[in-house]
Protein backbone atom coordinates (compact mmCIF):
# COMPACT_ATOMS: atom_id res chain seq x y z
CA UNK A 1 0.00 0.00 0.00
CA UNK A 2 1.43 3.43 -0.87
CA UNK A 3 1.48 5.90 1.74
CA UNK A 4 1.56 9.50 1.61
CA UNK A 5 3.55 11.51 4.04
CA UNK A 6 4.72 14.72 5.16
CA UNK A 7 8.38 15.73 5.53
CA UNK A 8 7.43 16.48 9.21
CA UNK A 9 5.61 13.39 9.70
CA UNK A 10 8.22 10.88 8.79
CA UNK A 11 10.74 13.28 11.23
CA UNK A 12 8.51 12.92 13.65
CA UNK A 13 8.35 9.34 13.34
CA UNK A 14 12.19 8.50 12.81
CA UNK A 15 12.08 10.57 16.53
CA UNK A 16 15.69 11.52 17.91
CA UNK A 17 18.06 8.70 17.22
CA UNK A 18 21.00 8.27 15.48
CA UNK A 19 20.80 10.44 12.43
CA UNK A 20 19.95 13.56 14.44
CA UNK A 21 23.27 13.30 16.79
CA UNK A 22 25.36 12.98 13.59
CA UNK A 23 23.65 16.46 12.45
CA UNK A 24 23.91 17.91 15.75
CA UNK A 25 27.42 16.99 16.14
CA UNK A 26 28.63 18.08 12.96
CA UNK A 27 26.86 21.63 13.10
CA UNK A 28 27.76 22.18 17.22
CA UNK A 29 31.74 21.19 15.81
CA UNK A 30 31.19 23.91 13.66
CA UNK A 31 30.02 26.36 16.00
CA UNK A 32 32.95 25.30 18.61
CA UNK A 33 35.45 25.93 16.27
CA UNK A 34 34.02 29.66 14.39
CA UNK A 35 33.97 30.68 18.07
CA UNK A 36 36.99 29.03 19.54
CA UNK A 37 38.67 31.29 16.29
CA UNK A 38 36.92 34.55 17.15
CA UNK A 39 37.61 34.93 20.15
CA UNK A 40 41.19 33.64 19.41
CA UNK A 41 41.82 36.11 17.02
CA UNK A 42 40.53 38.99 19.57
CA UNK A 43 42.84 37.85 22.30
CA UNK A 44 45.76 37.96 19.98
CA UNK A 45 44.45 41.00 18.42
CA UNK A 46 46.93 43.41 20.69
CA UNK A 47 49.43 41.37 19.53
CA UNK A 48 48.56 41.73 15.71
CA UNK A 49 48.18 45.97 16.64
CA UNK A 50 51.55 46.47 18.18
CA UNK A 51 53.38 44.17 15.11
CA UNK A 52 51.75 46.15 12.20
CA UNK A 53 51.62 49.51 14.35
CA UNK A 54 47.93 50.11 13.94
CA UNK A 55 47.10 53.48 15.18
CA UNK A 56 43.74 53.95 16.95
CA UNK A 57 42.40 55.02 13.56
CA UNK A 58 43.77 51.72 12.19
CA UNK A 59 42.27 49.77 14.70
CA UNK A 60 38.84 51.21 13.78
CA UNK A 61 38.57 50.69 10.53
CA UNK A 62 40.11 47.09 11.20
CA UNK A 63 37.27 46.15 13.40
CA UNK A 64 34.63 48.18 10.99
CA UNK A 65 35.72 46.22 7.96
CA UNK A 66 35.62 42.80 10.06
CA UNK A 67 31.85 43.35 11.13
CA UNK A 68 30.84 44.55 7.62
CA UNK A 69 31.82 41.27 6.43
CA UNK A 70 30.94 39.66 9.02
CA UNK A 71 27.00 40.84 8.25
CA UNK A 72 27.79 40.57 4.41
CA UNK A 73 28.71 36.79 4.60
CA UNK A 74 25.61 36.52 7.16
CA UNK A 75 23.28 37.89 3.87
CA UNK A 76 25.22 35.91 1.24
CA UNK A 77 25.17 32.56 3.39
CA UNK A 78 21.39 32.70 3.56
CA UNK A 79 21.54 33.52 -0.34
CA UNK A 80 23.56 30.66 -1.05
CA UNK A 81 22.03 28.39 1.64
CA UNK A 82 18.40 28.50 -0.11
CA UNK A 83 19.95 28.03 -3.78
CA UNK A 84 22.44 25.77 -4.00
CA UNK A 85 21.69 23.96 -0.28
CA UNK A 86 22.56 24.21 3.01
CA UNK A 87 25.23 21.05 2.92
CA UNK A 88 27.02 22.94 -0.55
CA UNK A 89 26.89 26.35 1.29
CA UNK A 90 28.20 24.90 4.57
CA UNK A 91 31.15 23.04 2.70
CA UNK A 92 32.25 26.07 0.18
CA UNK A 93 32.15 28.67 3.31
CA UNK A 94 34.94 26.18 5.38
CA UNK A 95 36.89 25.86 2.21
CA UNK A 96 36.65 29.56 1.50
CA UNK A 97 37.76 30.12 5.13
CA UNK A 98 40.61 27.63 5.74
CA UNK A 99 42.11 28.80 2.39
CA UNK A 100 41.72 32.67 3.07
CA UNK A 101 42.82 32.49 7.11
CA UNK A 102 46.43 31.06 5.20
CA UNK A 103 46.92 33.46 2.87
CA UNK A 104 46.30 36.50 5.58
CA UNK A 105 48.63 35.11 7.91
CA UNK A 106 51.88 35.26 4.95
CA UNK A 107 50.53 39.20 4.65
CA UNK A 108 53.08 41.63 6.06
CA UNK A 109 51.65 44.83 5.50
CA UNK A 110 48.97 45.89 7.24
CA UNK A 111 46.64 47.12 4.25
CA UNK A 112 46.78 43.82 2.83
CA UNK A 113 46.52 41.24 6.20
CA UNK A 114 43.46 43.43 7.05
CA UNK A 115 41.38 43.01 3.71
CA UNK A 116 42.09 39.44 3.77
CA UNK A 117 41.26 38.71 7.37
CA UNK A 118 37.99 40.63 6.78
CA UNK A 119 37.03 38.37 3.90
CA UNK A 120 37.82 34.96 6.70
CA UNK A 121 34.23 36.77 8.19
CA UNK A 122 32.40 36.13 4.96
CA UNK A 123 33.02 32.88 5.21
CA UNK A 124 32.15 32.52 8.87
CA UNK A 125 28.87 34.36 8.03
CA UNK A 126 28.27 32.17 5.08
CA UNK A 127 28.40 28.99 7.44
CA UNK A 128 26.49 29.46 10.26
CA UNK A 129 23.17 29.72 8.85
CA UNK A 130 23.45 26.89 6.65
CA UNK A 131 24.49 24.53 9.37
CA UNK A 132 21.33 25.77 11.89
CA UNK A 133 19.37 25.32 8.90
CA UNK A 134 20.42 21.95 8.06
CA UNK A 135 20.47 20.81 11.92
CA UNK A 136 17.23 22.22 12.31
CA UNK A 137 15.12 20.92 9.37
CA UNK A 138 16.61 17.15 10.34
CA UNK A 139 15.22 17.19 13.92
CA UNK A 140 11.38 16.70 15.83
CA UNK A 141 9.72 19.36 16.78
CA UNK A 142 9.78 18.60 20.24
CA UNK A 143 14.02 18.60 19.82
CA UNK A 144 14.69 21.38 18.17
CA UNK A 145 15.42 23.42 21.76
CA UNK A 146 17.78 20.77 22.33
CA UNK A 147 19.27 21.54 19.15
CA UNK A 148 19.90 25.49 19.68
CA UNK A 149 20.77 24.25 23.22
CA UNK A 150 24.25 22.11 21.79
CA UNK A 151 25.52 24.98 19.74
CA UNK A 152 25.16 27.51 22.36
CA UNK A 153 27.22 25.61 24.69
CA UNK A 154 29.48 24.56 21.66
CA UNK A 155 30.00 28.47 20.75
CA UNK A 156 30.35 29.14 25.08
CA UNK A 157 33.03 26.24 25.08
CA UNK A 158 34.79 27.21 22.02
CA UNK A 159 34.77 31.12 22.85
CA UNK A 160 36.18 29.89 26.16
CA UNK A 161 39.20 27.33 24.57
CA UNK A 162 39.92 30.18 22.31
CA UNK A 163 40.77 32.48 25.11
CA UNK A 164 43.19 29.73 26.78
CA UNK A 165 44.60 29.07 23.34
CA UNK A 166 44.95 33.09 22.87
CA UNK A 167 47.21 33.02 25.48
CA UNK A 168 50.42 30.85 24.08
CA UNK A 169 51.10 34.15 22.11
CA UNK A 170 54.68 34.40 24.23
CA UNK A 171 55.54 30.54 22.60
CA UNK A 172 53.97 30.48 19.33
CA UNK A 173 53.70 33.75 16.46
CA UNK A 174 50.49 34.80 16.57
CA UNK A 175 50.76 33.36 12.61
CA UNK A 176 51.08 29.95 13.58
CA UNK A 177 48.33 30.02 15.91
CA UNK A 178 45.73 31.71 13.63
CA UNK A 179 46.92 28.83 10.99
CA UNK A 180 46.59 26.10 13.40
CA UNK A 181 42.79 27.30 14.94
CA UNK A 182 41.66 27.52 10.47
CA UNK A 183 43.12 23.33 10.11
CA UNK A 184 40.76 22.33 12.40
CA UNK A 185 37.84 23.32 9.82
CA UNK A 186 39.00 20.20 8.35
CA UNK A 187 37.28 18.06 10.71
CA UNK A 188 33.67 19.51 10.52
CA UNK A 189 34.42 19.59 6.40
CA UNK A 190 34.69 15.98 6.50
CA UNK A 191 31.83 15.36 9.00
CA UNK A 192 29.60 17.33 6.72
CA UNK A 193 30.51 16.25 3.20
CA UNK A 194 29.54 12.66 5.27
CA UNK A 195 25.90 13.92 5.78
CA UNK A 196 23.06 13.90 3.49
CA UNK A 197 21.86 17.36 2.49
CA UNK A 198 18.40 17.89 3.75
CA UNK A 199 15.18 16.25 2.47
CA UNK A 200 12.95 19.21 3.15
CA UNK A 201 15.04 21.33 0.47
CA UNK A 202 14.94 18.75 -2.01
CA UNK A 203 11.26 18.64 -1.51
CA UNK A 204 10.73 22.29 -2.39
CA UNK A 205 12.97 22.00 -5.23
CA UNK A 206 10.55 19.15 -6.96
CA UNK A 207 13.67 16.88 -6.36
CA UNK A 208 11.89 14.50 -5.18
CA UNK A 209 13.78 11.49 -5.51
CA UNK A 210 16.71 12.58 -3.42
CA UNK A 211 13.98 13.51 -0.92
CA UNK A 212 12.45 10.05 -0.75
CA UNK A 213 15.89 8.24 -0.76
CA UNK A 214 17.44 10.97 2.72
CA UNK A 215 13.94 9.99 4.24
CA UNK A 216 14.25 6.17 3.44
CA UNK A 217 17.92 6.07 5.52
CA UNK A 218 16.94 8.37 8.36
CA UNK A 219 13.63 5.57 8.77
CA UNK A 220 17.07 3.06 8.76
CA UNK A 221 19.46 4.35 10.53
CA UNK A 222 16.77 5.42 13.34
CA UNK A 223 16.02 1.67 13.60
CA UNK A 224 12.46 2.78 12.58
CA UNK A 225 10.21 -0.06 10.37
CA UNK A 226 10.40 1.12 6.99
CA UNK A 227 6.83 1.52 5.26
CA UNK A 228 6.38 -0.27 1.87
CA UNK A 229 6.69 3.06 -0.21
CA UNK A 230 6.65 6.78 0.00
CA UNK A 231 4.04 8.13 -2.20
CA UNK A 232 6.03 11.23 -2.87
CA UNK A 233 4.22 14.13 -4.64
CA UNK A 234 5.53 17.72 -4.54
CA UNK A 235 4.43 21.09 -6.29
CA UNK A 236 7.24 23.19 -7.32
CA UNK A 237 7.55 26.18 -5.54
CA UNK A 238 11.44 27.47 -5.87
CA UNK A 239 10.03 30.88 -7.54
CA UNK A 240 9.96 32.11 -4.27
CA UNK A 241 13.31 30.01 -2.89
CA UNK A 242 16.21 32.28 -1.66
CA UNK A 243 14.84 36.00 -2.21
CA UNK A 244 15.11 38.87 0.48
CA UNK A 245 12.28 40.78 -1.04
CA UNK A 246 9.92 37.15 0.04
CA UNK A 247 11.04 37.83 3.26
CA UNK A 248 8.89 41.29 3.51
CA UNK A 249 6.10 39.97 1.80
CA UNK A 250 2.87 37.74 2.36
CA UNK A 251 2.26 39.37 5.89
CA UNK A 252 6.31 38.55 7.03
CA UNK A 253 7.69 41.99 6.35
CA UNK A 254 5.97 43.61 10.44
CA UNK A 255 7.61 39.88 11.88
CA UNK A 256 11.37 40.47 10.45
CA UNK A 257 11.40 44.28 10.92
CA UNK A 258 10.58 43.48 14.73
CA UNK A 259 13.13 40.43 14.65
CA UNK A 260 15.83 42.97 12.99
CA UNK A 261 15.04 45.82 15.72
CA UNK A 262 15.66 43.22 18.31
CA UNK A 263 18.70 41.60 16.93
CA UNK A 264 20.54 44.91 16.39
CA UNK A 265 19.57 46.63 20.02
CA UNK A 266 21.29 43.48 21.62
CA UNK A 267 24.27 44.01 18.97
CA UNK A 268 24.68 47.52 19.25
CA UNK A 269 24.19 48.25 23.80
CA UNK A 270 25.97 44.06 24.60
CA UNK A 271 28.61 45.22 22.33
CA UNK A 272 29.13 48.58 23.74
CA UNK A 273 28.85 47.10 27.10
CA UNK A 274 31.55 44.98 26.62
CA UNK A 275 33.90 47.71 25.98
CA UNK A 276 32.21 49.79 28.49
CA UNK A 277 33.41 46.80 31.34
CA UNK A 278 36.86 46.51 29.44
CA UNK A 279 37.00 50.44 30.27
CA UNK A 280 35.93 50.13 33.74
CA UNK A 281 38.97 47.71 34.49
CA UNK A 282 41.42 48.85 32.57
CA UNK A 283 41.57 52.96 33.68
CA UNK A 284 44.80 52.34 35.62
CA UNK A 285 46.25 49.83 33.04
CA UNK A 286 47.37 53.06 30.74
CA UNK A 287 51.13 51.68 30.65
CA UNK A 288 50.12 48.95 29.02
CA UNK A 289 48.86 50.15 25.74
CA UNK A 290 51.87 52.10 25.44
CA UNK A 291 54.53 49.47 25.80
CA UNK A 292 52.18 46.63 23.79
CA UNK A 293 52.13 44.14 26.12
CA UNK A 294 49.19 42.34 27.27
CA UNK A 295 47.33 41.73 30.20
CA UNK A 296 45.87 38.11 29.28
CA UNK A 297 45.82 36.62 32.76
CA UNK A 298 43.75 39.11 34.24
CA UNK A 299 41.33 39.27 30.77
CA UNK A 300 41.67 35.27 31.00
CA UNK A 301 39.87 35.27 34.00
CA UNK A 302 37.49 38.02 33.04
CA UNK A 303 36.50 36.04 30.34
CA UNK A 304 36.16 32.59 32.13
CA UNK A 305 33.86 34.43 35.19
CA UNK A 306 31.73 35.95 32.53
CA UNK A 307 31.19 32.28 30.73
CA UNK A 308 30.13 30.73 33.81
CA UNK A 309 26.43 32.47 33.35
CA UNK A 310 26.32 31.33 29.85
CA UNK A 311 26.35 27.41 30.88
CA UNK A 312 23.51 28.14 33.24
CA UNK A 313 21.45 30.17 31.46
CA UNK A 314 21.66 29.41 28.20
CA UNK A 315 19.75 25.68 28.40
CA UNK A 316 17.39 26.97 31.23
CA UNK A 317 16.09 29.81 28.80
CA UNK A 318 15.68 27.32 25.95
CA UNK A 319 13.88 24.71 28.36
CA UNK A 320 11.67 27.08 29.06
CA UNK A 321 10.84 28.17 25.54
CA UNK A 322 10.17 24.70 24.95
CA UNK A 323 7.51 24.07 28.33
CA UNK A 324 6.10 27.96 28.01
CA UNK A 325 6.48 29.34 24.33
CA UNK A 326 9.65 31.30 22.18
CA UNK A 327 7.57 34.53 22.86
CA UNK A 328 7.59 34.00 26.67
CA UNK A 329 11.23 33.08 26.93
CA UNK A 330 12.31 35.67 25.02
CA UNK A 331 10.70 38.38 26.70
CA UNK A 332 11.68 36.36 30.12
CA UNK A 333 15.35 36.92 29.03
CA UNK A 334 15.09 40.49 28.38
CA UNK A 335 13.37 41.46 31.04
CA UNK A 336 16.02 39.53 33.16
CA UNK A 337 18.56 41.21 31.63
CA UNK A 338 17.63 44.54 31.89
CA UNK A 339 16.99 44.24 35.58
CA UNK A 340 20.79 42.69 36.19
CA UNK A 341 22.40 45.42 34.02
CA UNK A 342 20.70 48.65 36.05
CA UNK A 343 21.60 46.43 39.20
CA UNK A 344 25.62 46.55 37.84
CA UNK A 345 25.30 50.43 37.09
CA UNK A 346 25.38 50.95 40.78
CA UNK A 347 27.77 48.17 41.88
CA UNK A 348 31.59 49.14 42.41
CA UNK A 349 34.49 47.65 40.11
CA UNK A 350 34.88 43.71 41.19
CA UNK A 351 33.87 40.14 41.42
CA UNK A 352 29.99 41.21 42.65
CA UNK A 353 29.70 43.41 39.56
CA UNK A 354 31.12 40.97 36.79
CA UNK A 355 28.95 38.20 38.13
CA UNK A 356 26.15 41.08 37.96
CA UNK A 357 27.02 41.89 35.04
CA UNK A 358 27.69 38.62 33.57
CA UNK A 359 24.78 37.59 34.49
CA UNK A 360 22.61 40.76 32.52
CA UNK A 361 24.59 40.01 29.59
CA UNK A 362 24.59 35.89 29.24
CA UNK A 363 20.44 36.81 29.71
CA UNK A 364 20.73 39.05 26.85
CA UNK A 365 22.41 36.15 25.03
CA UNK A 366 19.84 33.65 25.86
CA UNK A 367 16.64 36.17 24.29
CA UNK A 368 19.43 36.22 21.05
CA UNK A 369 19.26 32.21 20.71
CA UNK A 370 15.45 31.92 21.34
CA UNK A 371 15.41 34.73 18.60
CA UNK A 372 17.14 32.81 16.39
CA UNK A 373 15.26 29.41 16.79
CA UNK A 374 12.19 31.10 16.57
CA UNK A 375 13.62 32.35 13.27
CA UNK A 376 13.80 29.51 11.96
CA UNK A 377 10.58 27.77 12.66
CA UNK A 378 8.53 31.13 11.85
CA UNK A 379 10.07 30.86 8.37
CA UNK A 380 9.46 28.50 5.37
CA UNK A 381 11.69 26.02 4.03
CA UNK A 382 12.38 28.36 0.69
CA UNK A 383 13.69 31.52 3.27
CA UNK A 384 14.78 29.55 6.40
CA UNK A 385 18.45 30.38 5.75
CA UNK A 386 17.95 33.69 4.39
CA UNK A 387 15.86 34.42 7.35
CA UNK A 388 18.08 32.92 9.40
CA UNK A 389 21.27 34.76 7.67
CA UNK A 390 19.79 38.23 7.78
CA UNK A 391 18.32 38.31 11.59
CA UNK A 392 21.58 36.55 13.05
CA UNK A 393 23.99 38.81 11.45
CA UNK A 394 21.45 41.96 12.68
CA UNK A 395 23.41 41.07 16.14
CA UNK A 396 26.19 42.01 13.66
CA UNK A 397 24.98 44.93 11.93
CA UNK A 398 24.15 46.35 16.02
CA UNK A 399 27.69 46.02 16.45
CA UNK A 400 29.10 48.41 13.80
CA UNK A 401 27.44 51.07 15.27
CA UNK A 402 28.57 50.27 18.81
CA UNK A 403 31.97 52.11 18.16
CA UNK A 404 30.30 55.38 18.35
CA UNK A 405 28.71 54.83 21.48
CA UNK A 406 31.92 53.76 22.66
CA UNK A 407 33.94 56.63 21.59
CA UNK A 408 31.44 59.47 22.72
CA UNK A 409 29.36 58.20 25.47
CA UNK A 410 31.48 55.31 27.27
CA UNK A 411 34.40 56.27 27.33
CA UNK A 412 33.59 59.42 30.04
CA UNK A 413 30.13 57.66 31.47
CA UNK A 414 30.12 54.18 31.26
CA UNK A 415 28.22 53.48 34.78
CA UNK A 416 25.45 55.94 33.20
CA UNK A 417 25.61 53.83 29.95
CA UNK A 418 25.10 50.70 31.33
CA UNK A 419 21.77 52.15 33.34
CA UNK A 420 20.92 53.36 29.66
CA UNK A 421 21.31 50.47 27.81
CA UNK A 422 19.06 48.65 30.51
CA UNK A 423 16.32 50.60 29.68
CA UNK A 424 16.79 49.98 26.23
CA UNK A 425 16.77 46.17 26.55
CA UNK A 426 13.74 46.41 28.98
CA UNK A 427 11.53 48.04 25.68
CA UNK A 428 12.51 44.57 24.00
CA UNK A 429 10.55 42.89 26.37
CA UNK A 430 7.38 44.71 25.03
CA UNK A 431 8.39 44.57 21.36
CA UNK A 432 8.22 40.69 21.75
CA UNK A 433 5.14 40.72 22.59
CA UNK A 434 3.75 42.54 19.54
CA UNK A 435 5.06 39.07 17.60
CA UNK A 436 1.90 37.58 17.84
CA UNK A 437 3.00 33.76 16.54
CA UNK A 438 4.05 31.23 18.70
CA UNK A 439 5.83 28.56 16.77
CA UNK A 440 5.85 26.10 19.55
CA UNK A 441 5.46 22.42 18.62
CA UNK A 442 4.17 23.88 15.27
CA UNK A 443 5.58 22.47 12.10
CA UNK A 444 7.99 23.74 10.04
CA UNK A 445 6.01 25.21 6.52
CA UNK A 446 7.57 24.42 3.18
CA UNK A 447 7.02 27.92 1.50
CA UNK A 448 4.73 31.43 2.18
CA UNK A 449 1.92 29.83 0.24
CA UNK A 450 1.71 27.39 3.01
CA UNK A 451 2.87 28.93 6.01
CA UNK A 452 -0.75 30.25 6.85
CA UNK A 453 -1.99 27.17 7.25
CA UNK A 454 0.66 25.59 9.60
CA UNK A 455 1.66 22.58 7.15
CA UNK A 456 4.57 21.87 5.63
CA UNK A 457 5.47 19.63 2.35
CA UNK A 458 3.92 16.88 1.26
CA UNK A 459 5.91 13.80 0.52
Known amino acids: MMATLTVDA ?71 GDRIGRRKSILLGLFFQITIINISVQMYSSVMYTIFHSL ?32 GLA ?35 LTTYLLDESPRFYAVHDKIDQARLILLKVLHRNNIVLPESLNLKKDSIIEDCGSYKDLFKHGLGQQSVKLIYLMMIKGIFITTLYISIQYIFDKKDEKTSKNCEHTLSRNFSQIALSFIPDFIILPSALQFAQTKGRRMSTSVCFLTSSVFLALSSTIPAGSLFSITFGVGVSAAAAARSVLVLYTSELYPTTLRSVANGLVWSADTLGSIVAPFFTEYIVIHHPRPFIFVAACFVFTCTFVVQCIKRETLNQPLSASVQDLNKHSSEVV
Open 155 to 189: GTTGAFVGAFIGRFYEIYSWRIILTLVSLCCCLPM
Open 10 to 80: VIEKSGFGRTQILYIFSSATIFFIELMSLVTDGILLPTIKCEFDFEQRGASIYLLLTRVTFFAGGVLGGRL
Open 120 to 151: TKIAFGVVMPSAYSLTIEMCPAAKRHFVKICF
